[in-house]
């Protein structure tokens, strides 16, 4: 299994990540020999296996649903304390759309 | 409470002792404790924050409730560490990445609010790899941590912090989180006592998400009995996690102390094979003292155990491959200025993120990509029930399984830092425990030829802690006599 360069940098995209051209070749030899192991798991016949997400404790079908009481959410302050560029209570980003 | 090396073999028993025959105050063992671990860190690194403040106040309220005669919490003044993956409000929480450097969480993790409420002192962050991916805490993006033990060596990862400071006496207990092996691994390669409860027996509110199905919080200490202190202390349904379980947290303590007599323990064979012979010899006279205490030995088989690493490496990076994308520079304090939206997203992804977590968010976005879901994510989950059901089927026949927590004590730093695939290896017998989601647990069981710790890995049914602690501690026990 090799991954092109062309292929890495389509991915890269898709997760939104600037890859240098050292980072892309490096990614194609590492994502190719990982690829290359995880072909192993088609040895294992699993058309009949039901997927498994979590370990789930049996209970009740609505157990989880819990009494919906106002509680105080994090101020607008506290939830943009982090943010590198906010004002008026909002995140600020690069400019979107031209006026 | 003035030399280093009382405060560095304490235990949570002997601070209660301790408050109670006023030999110190909560107060001066917290400050005892944070000078000691301040003077002690630039060694291995172990801490990347001190929290002064907030170990000040806690200690004033436990002092508080001594003088008052109060009902004094199950960790009353005891010095606690916590990975800097789970947050701690108004304490920055980094998770060991450049993109959170300066992040200041608004809230607590429930696990950390809950041992507070039992009176424990947060003391500090812990070092660990970035967003805990990594098995010897050097994708840091704030340097290794170096193993108390030999200083050459990694602590191994990605709790590496957690696993450091109790070993080198600068934190009573601490906590860590285990998505592959990230509290057990370093445990062993530390010499500590590091549990992974059952998925969902702690809440994972406030644990910043690596891989959601597969993420843990769990305890590390010196002995059985402080683990167990700490994990009874967390455990619980908790509202705000959709995920943790209605199951009744047991007596831990009460049961830990039967006999093991007549428990029958499985060795799975699998985890037997490609192991380092001096770890082999250590393990193997471990089971042997298991045998001689009374537990009924025989050998079984979990059939799935080779494609546990593929299957995690499939599960987990696509789940984290999601859970990331949320470090786009709009709300966690790192932005790398672009001309367009799109720039800005990828510049600042691309220059706060370190190597490894990279390779883990672009192999899972490829294995998540169009056209490749079911070959390979929704496979990967259907090998998961294989891995599970290999362990529901092993617990038909025996009450526990034991077997090595790592083929290999504690390596060199940078001896397998170019390599990603040995590195997944180390992980090899640690993995199977979180895909299945069942309790597993270290504790130090022997030393190499070169005086490095070795850990036995013990694993109980779903929801078992009890009998994982009675076996682990019966056989702390029988090592001290």
Do not use: W
Not at chain 2, 126 to 154: K, Q
Request: proline residues 5%; aromatic residues 8%.
């Amino acid at each position: 299994m090799k991954l092109t360069d062309t292929e890495v940098r389509y991915v890269a995209g898709l997760a939104n990540l600037r890859l240098s051209d050292e980072e892309v070749s490096r990614m194609s030899h590492d994502l190719g020999e990982i690829l290359t192991h995880i072909e192993q798991l088609n040895e294992l016949d699993t058309s009949n296996i039901e997927p498994m997400a979590q370990v789930l404790y049996p209970a009740d079908e609505t157990a989880t649903l819990r009494e919906d009481y106002p509680r105080a959410p994090l101020t607008n302050a506290e939830a943009t304390a982090n943010a590198p560029s906010s004002g008026a209570g909002y995140f600020k980003v690069p400019r979107v759309i031209e006026r | 409470m003035s030399s280093a090396s009382e405060i560095a073999t304490l235990t949570i028993p002997k601070v209660r002792e301790g408050l109670e025959r006023k030999k110190f105050s909560a107060k001066e063992l917290a400050e005892a404790a944070l000078s000691m671990a301040e003077s002690e860190n630039p060694k291995t690194n172990a801490f990347l924050t001190f929290s002064p403040e907030r170990a000040r106040a806690a200690a004033a309220r436990v002092d508080a409730a001594i003088a008052k005669g109060e009902y004094l919490g199950t960790l009353a003044g005891v010095p606690l560490g916590v990975k800097d993956v789970i947050v701690t409000k108004g304490l920055r929480t980094t998770c060991g990445s450049r993109i959170l450097e300066k992040y200041i969480p608004p809230y607590d993790a429930t696990a950390v609010y809950r041992l507070e409420e039992e009176g424990a002192v947060v003391i500090g962050k812990l070092n660990c790899d970035e967003f805990a991916m990594g098995s010897s805490n050097e994708n840091s993006a704030f340097g290794p941590v170096r193993n108390p033990r030999a200083l050459d060596r990694v602590p191994g990862g990605s709790s590496g912090g957690s696993a450091a400071a109790v070993a080198q006496g600068t934190a009573v207990v601490t906590i860590g989180s285990d998505t592959g092996g990230s509290i057990r691994q370093p445990a062993s390669f530390c010499g500590v006592v590091g549990v992974t409860p059952t998925y969902g027996r702690v809440s994972r509110y406030g644990l910043v998400a690596f891989a959601s199905s597969l993420d843990h919080i769990g305890p590390f200490g010196r002995t059985v009995e402080d683990a167990a202190t700490v994990l009874r202390a967390m455990a619980g349904r908790d509202d705000m996690d959709s995920t943790s379980a209605f199951a009744p947290v047991d007596d831990y303590h009460a049961l830990m102390r039967h006999p093991v007599r007549g428990l029958k323990v499985g060795l799975p064979k699998e985890y037997f094979e490609g192991l380092n012979a001096e770890t082999g010899t250590v393990i193997d006279a471990a089971i042997k003292k298991l045998g001689s205490l009374g537990c009924e030995l025989r050998e079984v088989s979990l059939p799935h155990t080779k494609y546990a690493l593929s299957c995690y490496y499939i599960v987990a990076t696509a789940e984290a491959s999601s859970n990331l994308a949320r470090y786009d520079g709009v709300r966690y304090t790192i932005r790398e200025d672009g001309a367009t939206l799109s720039d800005m997203y990828r510049d600042t992804r691309g220059c706060g993120f370190g190597a490894e977590v990279k390779r883990r968010i672009m192999l899972g976005t490829y294995v998540l990509s169009a056209g490749y879901y079911d070959a390979y994510y929704r496979k990967a989950q259907q090998v998961r029930t294989l891995i599970a059901r290999d362990f529901s089927e092993a617990f038909e026949e025996v009450d526990a399984l034991v077997t090595p927590v790592s083929p290999f004590p504690a390596f060199k730093i940078g001896e397998k830092v170019d390599d990603p695939l040995k590195m997944y290896l180390s992980d090899v017998y640690t993995l199977t425990g979180d895909l299945a989601g069942v309790p597993c647990m270290s504790v130090p069981c022997g030393e190499s030829p070169e005086g490095l710790p070795i850990g036995l890995q013990i694993f109980t049914k779903h929801f078992d802690e009890a009998t994982m602690f009675r076996i682990a501690h019966n056989y702390e026990q029988s090592m001290k006599s």
